[in-house]
């Protein structure tokens, strides 16, 4: 590679990766909300013809707003890494603070889902719960750990640092 192509593509593999799994995780994570949304929608009213939406309203309103500002942010923030924006490293260090909080969390207050337990010993849907913990520690703690490593070393960072071509620019409209 030359270094002209060098100096005009910057971004690393590994924050070319980061971008992209942040991206395909906010994508998975608008199809699960998007699922569990209609599924509140489409619920079958109770005995006075009351939606679960009508009967829970702020319950709603929050399965409706937090989700996507987080979904959308998430977006937002892949994008802003394969763009090299330097607010996209911090919230990319955000996010990662936020699912180590949540791994470990997890680990800590509900040790028992955590790990394998026998099917004797608990009902089938005690199971399935079991394995979305322990699949959501697997996917966090080692992309939170691998994150708050990652986008602090000094070569990342100045993957970040504006070029001397963008600040001179920035003078010359500013």
Avoid at 35 to 49: F, K, S
Avoid at 121 to 136: C, D, G, M, T
């Amino acid at each position: 590679m030359s270094e002209s192509a060098w100096t005009y593509t910057r971004r690393s593999a590994g924050v070319t990766c980061a971008a992209a799994l942040a991206l395909l995780g906010s994508a998975i994570a608008l199809l699960l909300w998007v699922n569990l949304l209609l599924t509140i929608l489409n619920a079958p009213p109770d005995e006075q013809g009351r939606r679960l939406y009508e009967q829970h309203p702020f319950a709603a309103l929050f399965v409706a707003t937090v989700p996507s500002f987080l979904i959308f942010s998430a977006m937002g923030t892949g994008v802003g890494l394969f763009q090299l924006k330097p607010w996209a490293r911090r919230a990319a260090l955000g996010w990662a603070v936020l699912a180590l909080f949540f791994s470990l969390s997890m680990i800590a207050l509900r040790p028992f889902e955590t790990f394998f337990i026998p099917e004797r010993f608990v009902s089938e849907a005690e199971s399935f719960k079991q394995l979305l913990a322990i699949s959501l520690v697997i996917a966090t703690l080692p992309i939170g750990v691998w994150w708050i490593f990652f986008f602090r070393l000094q070569s990342v960072k100045r993957q970040f640092e504006p070029t001397a071509d963008a600040s001179s620019e920035q003078n010359r409209t500013g």
